[in-house]
């Protein structure tokens, strides 16, 4: 795994934009796993200012989000669909036909989480799949004890998760008690991972996927699994990392060989 800690969260912002910059630059029809929650939010802003100044083009790439609500109309502005709309597709000048979110309306939710499966195969795979991680160390909506062999289907949501994006609601009562999410099967999948964190909250589950040991009770600790996967952390979110000047050592020699 490999472990970048930077001073800020606008640093965290400008590595993650670059890294997925550079790989639309060198495929512009790259598949790219999407994530909502506030920890992408300043990749896509450095990703979308690219774009308007004419230097990147998403225009042939597609996305997959990593989940979405069961139960809210489409429209609805905590709908996950439309958060990507708003935070991606638009300013990332996407193609929204190449745009996909789990259809968590669906009457049959498991027949549109094996639809979901198909149309990642369909497009080729995931090329990098951008991840933040919950305060309970949750990747997508994989909450603790998700098989590390799970695919997309209905998961119902912990009640702190519920708790903690209750500030995007009215009140908690509003939070939908279920998602539709990719599985941690379907992530590990994707040829690449980038996990985002900042803020201390953070730092106990970071420390718990990346330094402790593989766990369903930890469903962020499947990064331990995959051959290519990157966490990019602020000081806050490293801070309870115990070989934080390891990691720091490794990057400064970075590059050196190979
Ligand atoms: C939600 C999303 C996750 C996200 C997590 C953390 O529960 N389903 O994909 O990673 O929140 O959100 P934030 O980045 O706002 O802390």
Known sequence: M?????????????????????LVRSRPDSVLGVATGSSPQG??????????????????ASAFALDEYVGLPREHPQSYAEVIRRTVTEPLQLNPQ?????????????????????????????????????GNGHIGFNEPVSSMASRTRVKTLTPRTRQDN?????????????????????????????????GRGKASAVAAAVEGPLTAMVPAS???????????????AASKLQLRDYYRFAQEHAGEVG
Do not use: K, N, W
């Not at 990749?43 to 042939?60: K, N």
């Not at 990064?223 to 000081?235: G, I, K, S, W």
């Open 2 to 22: 490999e472990v970048l800690i930077l001073p800020t969260a606008e640093d965290l912002a400008r590595e993650g934009a670059a890294r997925i910059a550079d």
């Open 43 to 60: 990749i896509y802003q450095r990703l979308a200012q690219q774009v308007r100044d004419g230097s990147l083009s998403f225009a042939e």
């Open 98 to 134: 190449r745009v996909h979110v789990p259809d968590g309306r669906a009457s049959d939710l498991a027949a549109a989480a094996r639809a979901y499966e198909s149309s990642i195969e369909d497009a080729g795979g995931i090329d990098l799949q951008l991840l933040g991680i919950g």
């Open 166 to 198: 209750a500030r995007f609601f009215a009140d908690e009562s509003q939070v939908p008690v279920h998602c539709l999410t990719m599985g941690l099967g379907t992530i590990l999948q994707a040829r690449r991972l980038l996990l985002v964190a900042q």
């Open 222 to 236: 499947a990064l331990q699994l995959h051959p290519h996967a990157t966490v990019l952390l602020d000081e806050d």
